[in-house]
């Protein structure tokens, strides 16, 4: 075995003397202040350092139920703790807050393919809290915030993922026991896939259709206890396990619930929005679309989820692309240089650095306002729920699509050691691709902001008022036709996208006008299903070049004036490198000449070339743990080749010198080939 020395790699270690900026500013606005990054590190040391974790141990080795076991096991030791530092902080719902936000990061060190825990306050907490009415909450809030019980979100069927309405669990209600009956009419009428439901929780809010008077009143929530909190066996009428292997989330528990006579309480149904009277009697919410209020909620949070994500994937392939040494430029350079130092190498990592930082941003700004219309709705205004759920859809759809094709790119990135589970790439793109489809398949996602963008431009054209983020469309309907001039700055970029955007819904609009003539307004629609959701793309890349814009004006306001430079050429590279990969969409209503295409690209070129001596910065001030990079490729002292080697030498495979299928197989199999 090679002797192994573990200084930091000279070649990384160059990489960082080079950096004009101050690494830690750049962290500081990361994570909005040096307080709160020193409250980061604090809480992520807080749960790393426990030994009793066994972080060291390589999971991806253990059985399917050897995995579930040790996630359980410890999301048992953090939750535990994670109770008793809320406490400590001051048990205030902000600080709460502050422990979830910064577990986001931690608990991609300690649960790699998934939180066997990760539903109970995510959807299943959530939706008491935004459903349930006062009497309710102070019932169950308790509960769940003390982890007494532990539960799930019970809504998708074995039939039915997408189009909930069509779901078909029933609550039946009873007016003499008031009490409802659940029941599980067909096998398409399993609940399958809620997280954790397997054989973790307790307790599950199930989405039903409710049953009253004999007559369907549409999909509500219900608290339905499924296990017994002693025995942990399923409760009376209930089927309940786990629907097996997946191609990730391993350790998430996803299970299968059916309910045969179940029968609940009358205060179970959640009913802080629609309303049952012990009668029978039901109350229409104001706004039915208020029982949907958790999966925007998580759709909001996947953005963040996708900044953790990419993060990782870029500080991996940035450290091992400036240790990795590889194929001359010149045929005859004697040195071989760093593989970072091939422009298309920088093509492949730079502009997922700069597309990290406008996601923050973004996922920041999203965060902001869905607190904002969540309390406009607390007080009876519903006026702004579309365009938050057209552009929580949208989002969710983009980000989470790009986080899945990026970390592909990252890994490929990284050659053949990308391949190696120990890179960390494996793992990391098996949640993003769980995330394209969870919490609204991508497709259907986009559709739901086509829909919002075609009444939006129906709107223009009539001269009515407009939402904030849809005001572009103005502009194109006042403009008539006429192309939108190029010009080259940042905001003229933006105006170029937001043409190209218009352009598109401008034309979907049309087709589907021209298919109505022929078709019912859903067939002419559906027939247009494509440019829709190109349509929906296009404006997604509009608020996210918008935001990057404005948050990026107000940033450079307050940061030095070598991180100012870091923060302009993101923004430079993020914008050119979107404009140049929607150059189609672009011409068809943008007056874009070959010369413009051409200044564009020596702009990437130069913009890359300038990233060249701020990537290392940039990714070591996303300041990410080791433990939470996670990746042999990635570590901050960049000794990739003796990590490999280390990590190599845990294969179960390499704890003994001849395996027994020599002598059961190989063996006999040789002698007989003599
Ligand atoms: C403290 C905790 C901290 C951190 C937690 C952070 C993160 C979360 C952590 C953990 C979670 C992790 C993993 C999650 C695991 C995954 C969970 C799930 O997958 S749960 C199941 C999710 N399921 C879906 O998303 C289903 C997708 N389908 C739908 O949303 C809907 O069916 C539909 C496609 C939108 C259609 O709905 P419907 O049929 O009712 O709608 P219509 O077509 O009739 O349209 C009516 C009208 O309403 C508008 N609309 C629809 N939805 C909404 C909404 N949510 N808000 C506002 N408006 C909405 C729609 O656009 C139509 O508008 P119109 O055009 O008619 O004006
Ligand atoms: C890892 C994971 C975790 C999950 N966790 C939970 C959970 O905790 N709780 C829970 O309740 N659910 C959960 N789900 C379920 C998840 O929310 C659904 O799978 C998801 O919403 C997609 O629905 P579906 O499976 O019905 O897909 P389908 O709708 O069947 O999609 C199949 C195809 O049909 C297309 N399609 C469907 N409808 C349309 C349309 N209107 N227009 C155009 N194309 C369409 C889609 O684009 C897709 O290509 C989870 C799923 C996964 C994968």
């Not at 940042?490 to 190209?500: E, M, N, V």
Request: charged fraction near 25%; hydrophobic fraction near 40%.
């Amino acid at each position: 075995m090679p002797a192994i020395s573990k200084t930091i790699n000279k070649d990384l270690k160059e990489e960082r003397d080079k950096v004009k900026f101050n690494i830690e500013e750049f962290t500081n606005w990361f994570y909005g202040g040096s307080e709160k990054v020193l409250e980061k590190r604090k809480i992520e040391n807080y749960f790393l350092s426990d030994k009793s974790l066994n972080l060291e141990t390589d999971t991806s080795y253990l059985s399917y139920k050897e995995k579930y076991e040790e996630a359980i096991r410890r999301s048992c030791i953090v939750y535990p703790k994670m109770l008793k530092l809320h406490q400590e902080l001051g048990g205030t719902e902000e600080d709460f807050r502050k422990i979830m936000d910064n577990l986001r990061y931690t608990m991609s060190a300690i649960q790699k393919e998934g939180n066997p825990f990760m539903l109970h306050f995510g959807m299943f907490t959530v939706t008491i809290m935004n459903l349930a009415n006062d009497e309710q909450l102070s019932e169950w809030l308790p509960k769940c915030v003390n982890c007494e019980i532990l539960g799930t979100y019970a809504q998708t069927e074995l039939g039915h993922g997408t189009f909930i309405k069509k779901l078909e669990t029933t609550a039946t209600y009873d007016p003499k026991t008031k009490e409802f009956v659940l029941n599980t009419p067909t096998l398409t009428a399993y609940k399958w896939w809620p997280g954790n439901l397997g054989h973790t929780v307790n307790h599950a809010i199930v989405m039903a259709q409710l049953y009253t008077k004999g007559e369907c009143c549409g999909i509500q929530p219900f608290i339905v206890q499924i296990r017994d909190l002693e025995t942990h066996k399923p409760m009376p009428g209930i089927t309940v396990g786990d629907i097996g292997n997946k191609v990730g989330f391993q350790t998430v528990n996803n299970g299968f619930l059916a309910f045969n006579n179940v029968r609940i309480p009358y205060k179970n149904m959640l009913m802080k929005s629609s309303k049952l009277s012990e009668d029978g009697t039901f109350i229409k919410p104001k706004n039915a679309k208020q029982n949907y209020g958790t999966m925007v909620f998580v759709r909001v949070y996947m953005i963040m989820d996708v900044v953790v994500n990419m993060s990782r994937a870029a500080t991996i392939a940035t450290r091992y692309s400036m240790v990795r040494r590889q194929s001359p430029i010149n045929p005859n350079d004697e040195v071989e240089p760093k593989i970072i130092e091939h422009m298309t190498q920088q093509y492949k990592i730079f502009p997922a650095i700069a597309k990290v930082i406008i996601y923050k941003c973004m996922a920041d700004n999203l965060r902001n306002l869905y607190q904002q219309i969540t309390l406009e709705g607390t007080k009876g205004s519903f006026e702004r729920a579309p365009e938050l759920h057209a552009l929580s859809c949208c989002l969710k759809a983009v980000c989470t699509n790009d986080a899945a094709k990026t970390t592909e790119i990252l890994r490929l990135a990284c050659g053949g050691h990308g391949f190696l589970n120990s890179s960390g790439f494996a793992d990391n793109y098996k949640n993003a691709t769980a995330a394209q489809t969870y919490e609204g398949e991508n497709t259907v996602m986009l559709l739901q902001t086509a829909r919002f963008l075609i009444k939006s431009f129906t709107k223009a054209k009539n001269g009515e008022k407009l939402t904030e983020g849809v005001f572009y469309l103005n502009d194109f309907v006042k403009r008539n036709g006429k192309r939108e001039p190029f010009d080259d700055s940042i905001r003229g970029i933006l105006r170029a996208i937001q043409a190209a955007a218009a352009g598109k819904i401008s034309s979907a609009w049309k087709h589907i006008e021209e298919k109505k003539k022929f078709l019912t307004v859903e067939e002419a629609t559906n027939q247009t299903g494509i440019e829709l959701i190109r349509c929906a793309e296009l404006h997604c890349y509009v608020c996210l070049l918008q935001t990057g814009i404005e948050e990026i004006e107000q940033i450079i306001k307050n940061v030095s004036p070598a991180l100012r430079e870091v923060f302009k050429n993101v923004l430079e590279l993020y914008a050119i490198d979107n404009v140049l990969n929607m150059i189609g969409d672009i011409l068809q209503h943008v007056d874009m000449t070959n010369a413009d295409i051409d200044k564009l690209q020596k702009r990437l070129e130069a913009v890359l070339t300038f990233f060249r001596s701020s990537a290392i910065g940039i990714v070591d001030g996303f300041d990410l743990s080791d433990a939470v990079v996670s990746s042999t490729l990635g570590t901050y002292d960049g000794n990739v080749y003796e990590n490999i080697f280390e990590a190599a030498m845990k294969s179960p495979l390499n704890q003994e010198d001849v395996n027994k299928s020599f002598h059961l197989y190989l063996k006999p199999f040789l002698k007989s080939n003599l």
